[in-house]
């Protein structure tokens, strides 16, 4: 399935057979095609956890946004403090680029640039993909 995610660019899931394990790829980086060999099995697609699994993302607005309530507003955060979104682990770290949140241990990412921040952080430590969410590896 392809979507596009991190600043307009195109990703697909795909099982790798080099490496024995579904992976997303990258359209542009995809340098040209080679045959498999005849007999080659692929997992079904209902074998990718990451792909079937889903995760809570828990944002709400930058702690040191100067204009919390304004985005409290934008989220949807009438009587809670956070919104929650559900997504499978393949994309988490995809979606909270796009959302611009930031997902850094102590929120040190610029609030004007990252006007979200991720509550649920130590719960998605496990996650792949994570590693391309704004902060999360600093």
């Known amino acids: 399935m392809a979507r596009p995610q991190g600043g307009s660019a195109w990703y697909f899931r795909a099982f790798d057979t080099l490496h024995d394990e579904f992976r997303t790829f ?3 980086r995809i340098l ?3 045959d ?3 007999g080659v099995s692929y997992p079904d697609t209902r074998q990718d956890d990451d792909w079937n699994e889903f995760v809570t993302l828990t944002l709400a607005p930058h702690n040191k946004h100067p204009a919390r309530d ?3 507003v934008d989220l949807g955060l009438k009587d809670r403090p956070v919104s929650n979104a559900s997504v499978n682990k393949a994309i988490a770290g995809f979606v909270l ?3 611009r949140v930031d997902c850094s241990k102590a929120a040190v990412l610029n609030p004007q640039e990252y006007p979200l921040q991720l509550q649920n952080r130590s719960e ?3 996650i792949e993909s994570m590693k391309l ?3 999360f590896l600093s």
């Open 26 to 28: 990258r359209f542009s």
């Open 32 to 34: 040209g095609l080679a």
């Open 36 to 38: 498999t060999e005849e």
């Open 70 to 72: 304004a985005l409290a």
């Open 97 to 99: 680029t796009d959302l």
């Open 124 to 126: 998605l430590l496990d």
């Open 133 to 135: 969410a704004p902060g």
